[in-house]
């Protein structure tokens, strides 16, 4: 009899285990393989599904806003009043100091310098008739002296030429029967033409008496105008010979201003008369450092001759008395004006009646405005420009009495849309021009407005 030992079927005691058949096995797998497919794949779209209808439920079950009609709001515009009146307009201009009057003051005799005028330095002062240098005058002396003596002895010539045309005249009234030919022979025996030499023997020794005199006069160099010393080229103890530099000098009375202006607005400025009076007055800003100074009065002397090369505009000078304030009625607070400053220069050009003026900023593209009629409407009017100025423009009067004009800025324009005003009553439209140039450069900074 065979006995039974430990089994893997009997376990370690001998007790039977129950072993899982393979097909069991397989059925199981199927199942957990199920589950898992219906956790990640068919719970997700299970839920977004419940969401879903939730949502669908809540709109379906949600209240419905009574509907109205949405009311159209006009934009609002600044508005500034369009006042025709007279203005007084300008030009203005930019132009160059040059001297009203340049001096070369050179030598007329020859000799050794002996003195000179302290002032007689770049950028002195001399006033007119003032003694600039002295030349030695020893030789031209002596030469005065000389002919001085020249001179009486040609008049002691001429006393005794006279002496004998007495004698002469007795002898001919002796023998002028005896003598064929009389007549033509009366001025020999007359001693007249012995007569005229010694005269005009007399007055050649009174011209260089006059020469010499003129040339002692000459050792004295004196300034030939109020003036101011730009170069000086000689010093005490040189020599120096007729025609010889000495220095250049300009007037201190008056300096010019050499402008450029449109030719278009040349029937707006009067010239001065050859006295050099009645030409449009104006005032002259010197640039220091950024800051503009006290104006300087001056006056358009007359109109050249050419073009300028840059821009072809006529060009213009105007008269500035007392430029650097050397003057005994001199302002001590006026700035002087050097030459060769580059000035800023504004010339009154009269009084334009019957305009409006607006800001820059308010005249659209092609010469429009945008104006506010009677009934809110916005219109686009074309207007005729009759001055242009740095920060307003000058136009005709085609306006109605009711009639505003927009001033602010709008992104879209259309003729006939009502406008909502944003205006005081009475709005100045000087009180709108700055304002309005500001926004303007603020919109676009790489903008500016200039004169034209």
């Keep these: 009899m065979r006995g039974h030992g ?96 340049q001096v070369e003051l050179r030598a007329q005799v020859v000799g050794r310098i002996v003195e000179r005028h302290p002032e007689l330095v770049p950028g002195g002062v001399l006033r007119q008739d003032s003694e600039v240098l002295r030349i030695d005058p020893t030789d031209y002396v002596l030469r005065v002296r000389q002919e001085e003596v020249a001179i009486e002895s040609a008049r002691a010539q001429f006393e005794l030429e006279r002496g004998q045309q007495v004698v002469a005249a007795r002898e001919w009234n002796l023998l002028k029967d005896d003598i064929e030919n009389a007549q033509e022979m009366a001025d020999f025996a007359l001693r007249r033409p012995q007569q005229r030499m010694a005269q005009a023997q007399l007055e050649a ?5 006059n020469l010499a005199q003129l040339d002692l006069d000459r050792t004295t160099l004196s300034a030939p105008l109020n003036a101011l010393v730009l170069d000086e080229f000689v010093d005490v103890g040189q020599l120096v010979t007729s025609q010889m530099r000495v220095a250049n000098l300009v007037g201190t009375d008056r300096f010019w201003v050499r402008v450029s202006v449109p030719l278009n607005r040349l029937g707006r400025i009067r010239f001065a008369n050859s006295a050099g009076d009645g030409g449009s007055r104006a005032r002259v800003y010197v640039d220091t450092g950024g800051i503009l100074s006290r104006p300087r009065e001056a006056h358009v002397v007359r ?15 105007l008269a500035i008395d007392d430029p650097l304030n050397l003057g005994p009625d001199a302002d001590p607070d006026a700035e002087p004006i050097l030459l060769e400053s580059y000035v800023r220069v504004v010339i009154d050009a009269g009084v334009l009646d019957g305009v409006c003026e607006i800001p820059r900023a308010a005249l659209r593209e092609n010469d429009r405005v945008w104006v506010r009629d009677a009934d809110g409407l916005l219109q686009i009017r074309d207007v005729d420009i009759l001055w242009r100025r740095r920060d307003t423009v000058l136009i005709k009067n085609n306006f109605s009495p009711n009639e505003k004009l927009i001033t602010s800025r709008l992104a879209m324009v259309l003729p006939g849309m009502p406008v909502r005003t944003a205006a005081l ?25 200039g004169v034209l």
């Design 205 to 209: 020794a009174k011209n260089r008496l």
């Design 6 to 101: 430990p089994s893997p079927e009997n376990g370690c005691h001998g007790r039977r285990r129950w072993v899982e058949a393979p097909q069991f096995r397989s059925y199981h797998t199927i199942m957990r393989l199920f589950a898992r497919i219906l956790f990640k794949v068919v719970l997700p779209f299970a839920v977004i599904g419940g969401a879903g209808w939730a949502v669908y439920m809540l709109y379906l079950t949600s209240p419905s806003p009574a509907r109205r009609d949405v009311e159209s709001l006009a934009p609002v515009v600044s508005v500034a009043d369009l006042r025709p009146g007279s203005v007084e307009i300008e030009i203005e201009a930019f132009g160059t100091v040059v001297p009203a009057q």
């Design 425 to 449: 009553p009475g709005a100045d439209i000087e009180a709108h021009a700055e304002k309005a140039v500001e926004d303007e450069t603020a919109t676009d900074p790489t903008e500016s407005p």
């Design 303 to 317: 109109l050249l001759g050419s073009l300028s090369e840059r821009g072809r505009m006529a060009r213009l000078l």
